[in-house]
T-cell receptor, first 114, second 119 residues
């Protein structure tokens, strides 16, 4: 397998609480990404990282923050969860930029905010 | 800004028939990559095929081929001899090329096409 794991796989949380999702890789890949998937929207990029402590915003970053203190871990934090953040969250990794280097996706985290 | 458009929310195809899933893209970057992913009902994202913007020939991977028409900015996926196991959501995606001092390597997705293969 690709060596990327997401935790937890499922979570139910209450509105207003902080939530942290973890993405862990064993591939030593430089690039890591967080996406959310919602019906009718496909996958939308939340935040991404191009190295340790190097992160940037994606198209739907409001209400989310990230951290990457070491190569293998990329954390996504919902600072104060809202019902609109109920979604399936995917982490992805990529070895390098350009060429045929592809992306490997985690299994997803289903988050429900009640 | 880069954008991927998939205009077919859902499609049906008979088993053993060929099907084309449409994808158009918009970018001002001369260097980009185009991907197709399959997402079955189990939820995992499965890479199918890749086409680079400078590739002269259309990409093929088994029963999958990518009909790349650069001037029209289209990258349609063709599945030949459909099988029941091909029933899934299919996403077209584009990787951003180089920006400034480096590459972000961001992958931007379309909204997907849900394919149902009928026996």
């Amino acid at each position: 397998d690709a060596g990327i794991t997401q935790s937890p796989r499922h979570k139910v949380t209450e509105t207003g609480t902080p939530v942290t999702l973890r993405c862990h890789q064993t591939e030593n890949h430089r690039y890591m990404y967080w996406y959310r998937q919602d019906p009718g929207h496909g996958l939308r990029l939340i935040h991404y990282s191009y190295g340790v402590k190097d992160t940037d915003k994606g198209e739907v970053s409001d209400g989310y923050s990230v951290s990457r203190s070491k190569t293998e871990d990329f954390l996504l934090t919902l600072e104060s969860a809202t019902s609109s953040q109920t979604s399936v969250y995917f982490c992805a990794i990529s070895e390098s930029a350009g060429g045929i280097y592809g992306y490997t996706f985690g299994s997803g985290t289903r988050l429900t905010v009640v | 800004a880069q954008k991927i458009t998939q205009t077919q929310p859902g499609m049906f195809v008979q088993e053993k028939e060929a099907v084309t899933l449409d994808c158009t893209y918009d970018t001002s970057d001369p260097s980009y990559g185009l991907f197709w992913y399959k997402q079955p009902s189990s939820g995992e994202m499965i890479f199918l095929i890749y086409q680079g913007s400078y590739d002269q020939q259309n990409a093929t991977e088994g029963r999958y081929s990518l009909n790349f028409q650069k001037a029209r900015k289209s990258a349609n996926l063709v599945i030949s001899a459909s099988q029941l196991g091909d029933s899934a959501m299919y996403f077209c995606a584009m990787r951003e090329g180089w920006k400034g001092g480096g590459a972000t390597n961001k992958l931007i997705f379309g909204t997907g096409t849900l394919l149902a293969v009928q026996p």
